[in-house]
């Protein structure tokens, strides 16, 4: 497993009481340097993404503006929480260049003829490098074509999924965001868009508003954009069921050609911006799910990007977690299918069909709408 990230990451300065600042991640990068599979794992330094690749998606008006805000130096606010400062416009470019390095070692050597190609993706892949975990900050879920927002800069995940497509000879794409709130600037920037499958588990009602589970996309992404808007309280049963009820035939369904993961911590239960109450286990459990998923349908081919997650601890072990679960390799992690998916899920107390769900009537209501 390939983890990208770099210390630079660690000079985006939000200012001193802001919850994203810099002590994120030195926690995580210590609880994965003394995790039981530290051996296994293989930090790689990010490139910095071009502003002209930021502009697959982003309005180069906003670009430079992000670009003469941080020049300029102060703290600088897009909203009352997405901050602007010295080092911002270099760690959101290194950052979305994160993405698009575990990418290019992902797909390495079957580039397409593009403007896009960075110069510093070159290197020749190493067989076994099919997923990454990209620990980069500002996050971005929260980033629109030509506006910041929610503490994100450049939506990551949504540069990432446009760069696959225009680097390397896929399709489609299915995104998967657990942050526990919802991605609103992902869900925008694929609205309309049939390829690529947006999912997203959240609080709902909270920040930023948006996320019900009527919002199912429009045009040629009509039924490719799927939100399950949890009541605060939401434990790991209502994920379990989603992947299995719900996600998953949806899967089989899309045929995803690579999975991208929105990675918040959250949704964990100690954390100070949710209600949402996710546990370290929870994180591995959803993984094994969506590595299932992305085994069956995509070669396993599979990119984590860091977005929330604001108590030290808790995230640093949820990410370890998280790992773990991509790693598993046991019957749990080979099921042939989904009814063997379902059966060890069962027998390792993963998946009870019969155990309560909190959230059952936004089940029925999502079903019912994609005809599940
Ligand atoms: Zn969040």
């Known amino acids: 497993m390939i983890i990208i990230y770099d210390s630079f990451y660690q000079k985006h300065d ?14 995580i990068i210590g609880e994965l340097e003394k995790c039981e599979f530290a051996e296994k794992l293989k930090f790689i330094k990010p490139y910095s993404a071009t502003a002209e690749q930021i502009q697959l998606i982003h309005s180069s008006k906003y670009v430079r503006e992000i670009k003469k805000l941080s020049s300029s130096g102060g703290y600088h ?24 390095k575990g990418l290019d070692l992902i797909f390495g050597g079957s580039k397409k ?5 960075s110069k510093n993706s070159s290197e020749s892949r190493s067989e076994e ?14 980033a629109f074509k030509s506006m910041g927002s929610g503490f994100c800069i450049f939506n990551n995940i949504s540069l990432a999924a446009r760069y696959a497509k225009a680097c390397y000879d896929i399709k489609k794409i299915m995104i998967i965001d657990f942050d526990a709130h919802h991605g609103n600037g992902t869900q925008d920037f694929f609205y309309n868009d049939g390829d690529v499958f947006y999912i997203s588990f959240h609080q709902y009602p909270h920040y930023p508003g948006t996320g019900y589970y009527n919002e199912i996309g429009s045009g040629n992404g009509k039924g490719f954009n799927l939100n399950f808007p949890f009541a605060a309280g939401t434990g790991d049963v209502d994920y379990a069921a989603a992947f299995i ?3 998953i035939p949806l899967a089989e369904r899309f045929q995803p050609e690579l999975i991208l993961v929105s990675a918040g911590y959250d949704s964990h239960l100690d954390d100070p911006l949710s209600s949402l109450e996710l546990v370290d286990d929870s994180y591995f459990k959803i993984m094994i799910l969506i590595s299932f998923i992305s085994r069956l349908f995509c070669k396993n081919r599979l990119g984590i990007i860091l977005e ?20 598993i390799d046991s019957k749990l992690g080979k099921a042939s299918n989904i009814f063997k998916l379902k059966e060890e899920l069962e027998l390792n107390n993963i998946y009870e069909p019969g ?11 999502i079903k019912k709408i994609f005809q599940i």
Not at 77 to 100: H, I
Not at 355 to 365: A, E, I, P, Q
Request: charged share 20%; with cysteine.
């Open 14 to 27: 939000s200012g001193p009481t802001h919850p994203e600042n810099a002590g994120r991640l030195p926690g």
């Open 77 to 100: 606010y897009l909203d009352m929480d997405t901050v602007v400062s010295k080092y911002t416009y270099e760690c959101a470019l290194l950052a979305a260049g994160g993405c698009f």
């Open 113 to 117: 003829e593009s403007k896009v190609y």
């Open 129 to 142: 490098v099919l997923k990454f975990f990209a620990l980069v900050r500002p996050p971005g879920h929260h």
């Open 245 to 247: 009820e719900i996600i």
């Open 308 to 327: 929330g997650g604001y108590n030290y601890s808790a995230t640093a072990r949820s990410v370890v977690k998280t790992i773990s679960g991509c790693m």
């Open 355 to 365: 155990l309560k769900k909190r959230n059952t009537d936004v089940f029925n209501s």
